[in-house]
């Protein structure tokens, strides 16, 4: 039904970044963010927020309110004025300052060992709260003033007044507490979560006693040490979560009543407004089965039946918590991608509706107890839901509306009734924060040819001022031509958005060696409509070494809506190469490609990529760069790995034909395998593995690793691996015959 | 004092080895013995064993007497005969055969369940002893026929009669014993000893409790699993050592009565013909004061006096049990380095000597409590000790007599009177076993020219009958020149010995890339007259590629006596390179050798020496390969580490100094690290450690490891290994500028 609208053709316009005559050349420094020289050459920014609804701009030292016609003389205090009212200097920086008080004068400073509140005009002190030595999982609630955290695997609460309460007694390496579970999956990334009237805390209980752990080698110790990380592989012992609530005023917890097996989801957990109801997203280890469920705060007791429910035969994947709406306790909005696109929905808790399965878009089904209706209607995804605006009753959101590689800004009605309507400009890549009651938004965004603008949007009038545009940090370089474009996938339909990235000094007569930048696993994409439509710093290094540089986002990959990224369901990997392969073919239609120098080089699911592209087509690509390569899918985790794969005992012809470990006798050419040795994502299991298969096959890989360094290289790291990486490109592909 | 005698000079004359026209080429599976083709091409062999003074020759259908002249026409008997016996096709091969009695026509099979005496001429099965399932070590008496074995770390005896007796009990992963100590240094390889009669069982027991766990990880388990070696790193906590004796017909155990340090060292345990001494030789840690002391077999009571002493500023080594005189029980034959070179000294512990200490030509002090007196006075090194002659009251020795690179087969008179007799060749490298009073030996021997020959010689008479000259396997072959010869070490004045290897169709007038291949290490050395200068399967395939390849067996080095091996104490690595240099010099005077296309390769002693010629003198070697190095000193074990380093704190500068770590910045050439993932004695710790160094010094190394294998490749993976080594020489000396 919804159609791609491709407006691709402009892209097609190549967006040529400062093609000058004399210029310098970059270094890796330059290019990477580990790099000594990376932040000199990065477009201006602007650090900004809100107070209630005035926006605000950061600087190191003052904070100024910034006026309605974009300028910011105003200032509201020195970080020196703070410091004076403090009578020591905590304040060293303005731009980590925020306001947690739309009504008041106030500002929230964290150090390292409290949170102070400063009341900026009267200039006073308005409260303290100091920080546990050791705490991790801050969570701080600005109503009550109640701290949360953990210390080890143990929850604790700090009352405002600075009573230290223990949650949580019998954590340990087995039973952690108040930390994030599912291994961040499912948009989890904390495991703390205050009520909004901050008197009750809700956290997560992992008990990971049954998961094997792997072993990380410490080698800086006098005799090397081994870590162990609890690491549940797919179709093997997994976590047991549940979700404890801990009643500041009794000073008691209770656990949600959820009878289902332990070792289902629970997820999103969403506070109701009046701070006495929890919704719990629960989801069961196969993923294909979701409800949304409210319980008791007060009880722990779940309601009798689900709000909603949703089923899908490939599976479902819970990411976002419900909003609930300022105005109205009984409306909350929630993103699903049941109708193939990521979307907001209305939900209407006080109006239930008669529970029916439906047939869905996206291919599964769903089921709502109460009235759920689409808000954001159309052919595009929501990529960032920002919050309301509750004069007009409407959601505010970036989603790719007017072109899948763009992000823009709209407005859309609650009631249901009126159309959406756009709040930023129409192309490039935007991401905003929204004033207290969504009056106003700070836009900040870039183009194929604009490094970086921020302005201030009034959204009664939709109008716009100006607060930042940034001038080309690179004008005084010799920038490759980077263009994009749009290929069809090995469907045959569907459209698949590409970066090209020339020689630098490109000569058209000329044929260049071209390397294959690939990731192409779900929840990411590597091209957007953004500055240089979003290159990657070593592309540039390549491109000024004489490569030609393609990157393609396969079937599979982000903001696509579902059924694109399902077509990899259950055989990872081989409908990805399938649409890379359809890169190459164009690559080899462009007549300054050398397609006898075809590279490949990706990290994680590119590096699984990159070793399975140079295995099963190795008269393609001659030399190839992977790194922390999955190798075989059993050796992923369960939350990840089982949602895309299934369990190894449901889906055993999926994850053979998957596994690189039957291909390592097929390399041919150049490939260098490179890993953290204390990898905790892509365990070292991966890439050994192969390497012992190719060993046995008689197969010669490269390898290197990086001791201490887990699933990425960062800092001077980085920059060397990049080193390396180019390296072996100028060893081996420069030269091929 | 005695001055080597130099004749090297004959050596330097090619030793062209079959240069003739239309030729095959070999494969990596031709010349490594995990090749599968290997034994094809390898000389023809002869398996013989002694019946007393019987020579007889081993075949797989049949064993045959030797005659005096040669000829094996008279079968004893065949496997059909053996197998027709015990009713049974237990004989498979009669090549491991062996004769315990030398007036009994007795023949002793071991099966993988039992051991067999079957007199041959009888036709009957004299006696059978079963083996316990899961028994090691074991070690049986021919006197007794009792057999004393361990069930994991737990000794047991099982008498004639067939009684299982478990003689120690707590043993464990910590406690060890009946196994092998002092990780199999000071000529220790395992943990049993028998009396003579039978009757007693020397034992040691190990307490690891205090070393440190070296965690290894097993990728192959569904989740990677750790083992963990007990691995001694140099100046840590190192194991206790003790001896116990257990008298099977008391069935009672005690434990040598030592009041040294457990942490002492107790090697080379030697019984007295009587069965009711035991003579051990003690060294402290430190490795620089030894004892030989005796102790009473039925008490365990130490004597009084030692029987002899040493000292060296530098360390002691003792090597070699005694050898007690067939007919004499008051007289035995050691060996040591006390005057340079390794020699037989006769003990007569009968003759009581007025404990003096002496200074002694090899640099250390000595006091002998006994009479004690050399028998093979000469500036050679005594390379094995054969046995005695009963009749001619001899002793029987192959050492490199007639040149450091020989080694040549003599017998020295017990009494002190009369000159010694050479019984072989003058040229070669003999090995030889003796007959039971030896009368006769077997002489088995290559040379540059004769790829293998044996002769059986009579003592007496000196004569010898050729029994096989085994042909050229390689006649078909086109066989790189290969030549030895010596340069000055970097002293100016000690001879150092070298081969060198042309490249396949020589043609002096190009200039061809040249790769060292070094160890360096003490305990080996790498060039000898035997075939083909004992080149390495390796070599040849580099020379078929148009290489040079050079080995120098540099100061530190094996049977060129203590001073020589000594230079290199305290600070290992430093003098070993300068004589390299001295290699890399005279190399850099053949007109054919492209001294801008130097590499260099080795493996263990050799890998530290790769890395540190590659980091030391980035300008003279362009590429290295290195495997399982030592990277620092304070890495590897107590035993080796502490005899040549001391500990890490007597000698923090020469640790400092001698350390990789601080060097990986100065990596300038192309330098692959190749190392066993799994490797338990050079750990892994050593090349991750040094990995880390250049990662942070911004130098690239190139790096691969087999996951599975220790320190050494072996099989299809020696081959793999060996493809990689060629590649790496291929793809970055070969083209080098």
């Given at each position: 039904m919804r159609k791609l609208t491709c407006i691709a053709t402009m892209f097609l316009v190549a967006a040529t970044m400062?093609?000058?005559?004399v210029k310098k050349s970059f270094t890796l420094n330059d290019l990477l963010s580990g790099g000594s020289t990376f932040w000199n050459l990065q477009p201006e920014y602007m650090y900004s927020t809100w107070w209630g609804d005035v926006p605000l701009e950061l600087t190191v030292d003052q904070v100024s309110r910034i006026a309605s016609d974009g300028s910011s003389d105003e200032v509201l205090f020195t970080a020196q004025d703070l410091n004076d009212i403090l009578g020591?200097?905590?304040?060293?920086?303005?731009?980590s300052l925020s306001f947690p008080y739309a009504d008041q004068s106030v500002v929230k400073l964290q150090t390292a060992r409290e949170l102070v509140l400063i009341d900026f005009q009267k200039k006073t002190v308005v409260w303290r709260g100091s920080l546990a030595e050791g705490a991790s999982e801050l969570t701080w609630n600005p109503v009550s003033r109640n701290l949360a955290y953990c210390i080890g695997s143990n929850v604790w609460v700090q009352t405002s007044d600075g009573q230290r309460i223990q949650?949580?007694?019998?954590?340990n390496d087995d039973v952690v507490y108040g930390h994030s579970v599912s291994r961040d999956e499912f948009g989890i990334s904390s495991g703390l979560f205050w009520s909004p009237d901050g008197q009750r805390l809700a956290y997560y209980k992992k008990d990971q006693s049954r998961i094997p752990s792997y072993p990380q080698v410490d080698i800086t110790q006098r005799i090397s040490q081994t870590t162990f990380d609890k690491y549940p592989m797919a179709g093997e012992e997994s976590e047991d979560v549940c979700v404890g609530i801990f009643d500041v005023s009794t000073q008691k917890s209770l656990w949600l009543n959820n009878p289902k097996p332990q070792t289902d989801y629970m997820t999103n957990l969403s506070w109701a407004p009046d701070s006495r109801k929890l919704y719990v997203f629960e989801l069961n280890r196969d993923q294909d089965f979701m409800q949304l469920f409210g319980y008791d705060a007060l009880s722990g007791q779940k309601d009798a039946s689900p709000v909603l429910e949703e089923r899908h035969p490939k599976y479902v994947e819970p990411l976002h918590t419900l909003s609930f709406l300022p105005w109205d306790a009984t409306k909350a909005v929630m993103q699903t991608r049941r109708d193939n696109w990521n979307h907001l929905y209305l939900i209407d808790l006080a109006k239930n509706s008669y529970p029916e399965w439906h047939q869905a878009e996206g291919g599964g089904t769903f089921c709502d107890h109460v009235a759920v209706r689409l808000l954001t209607p159309g052919d595009f995804e929501v990529r960032d839901f920002l919050g309301f605006n509750n004069k007009e009753k409407s959601v505010v959101f970036v989603g790719n509306v007017t072109h899948p590689l763009r992000a823009t800004i709209h407005q859309a009605p609650l009631s249901g009734k009126g159309k959406m309507k756009q709040l930023s400009a129409d192309d490039g890549v935007h991401s905003a924060t929204l004033s207290a009651t969504g009056a106003q938004l700070i836009d900040t965004y870039s183009s194929p040819t604009v490094p970086r603008s921020v302005c201030l949007t009034t959204l009664k009038s939709g109008k716009s001022v100006n607060l930042l545009t940034a001038s080309d940090p690179w004008a005084e370089y010799n920038v490759p031509e980077i263009s994009s474009g749009s290929i069809k996938a090995a469907d045959g339909t569907t459209d698949l958005y590409y970066r090209l990235i020339k020689p630098v000094n490109f000569d058209s007569t000329k044929k260049y060696p071209t390397v294959v930048y690939v990731y192409g696993g779900p929840h990411a994409h590597n091209v957007q409509a953004s500055r240089g439509y979003w290159f990657r710093g070593w592309e540039i290094y390549m491109a000024q070494l004489g490569y030609v540089i393609f990157v393609l986002d396969n079937r599979g990959s982000q903001y696509r809506g579902l059924r694109f990224e399902q077509s990899t369901f259950r055989h990872l990997g081989e409908e990805e190469m399938k649409d890379q392969l359809c890169g190459v073919e164009f690559l080899k239609s462009l007549?300054?490609?050398?397609?006898?120098?075809l590279g490949v080089h990706g990290w994680s699911y590119g590096g699984f990529m990159t070793t399975n592209l140079m295995c099963t087509y190795p008269e393609v690509f001659k030399v190839g760069v992977a790194g922390g390569p999955v190798i075989d899918w059993k050796y992923y985790e369960v939350m990840y790995g089982e949602r895309y794969m299934d369990r190894p005992e449901q889906n055993p012809d999926g994850y053979a034909r998957c596994s690189l470990l039957p291909k390592a006798?097929?390399?041919?050419g150049r490939l260098q395998i490179i890993f953290g040795y204390n990898d905790p994502t892509c365990v070292p299991q991966h890439t050994l593995s192969f390497i012992r298969a190719c060993i046995d096959a008689g197969t010669q890989p490269d390898l290197f690793t990086y001791p201490g360094d887990g699933h990425n290289m960062f800092g001077t790291d980085q920059i060397h691996l990049h080193e390396r990486i180019t390296r072996y490109f100028e060893d081996y592909l420069k030269t091929a015959q």
């Open positions: 400062m093609a000058q005559n020591e200097k905590l304040v060293r920086s303005c731009t949650v949580t007694m019998d954590g007549p300054y490609v050398d397609a006898n120098r006798k097929n390399l041919q």
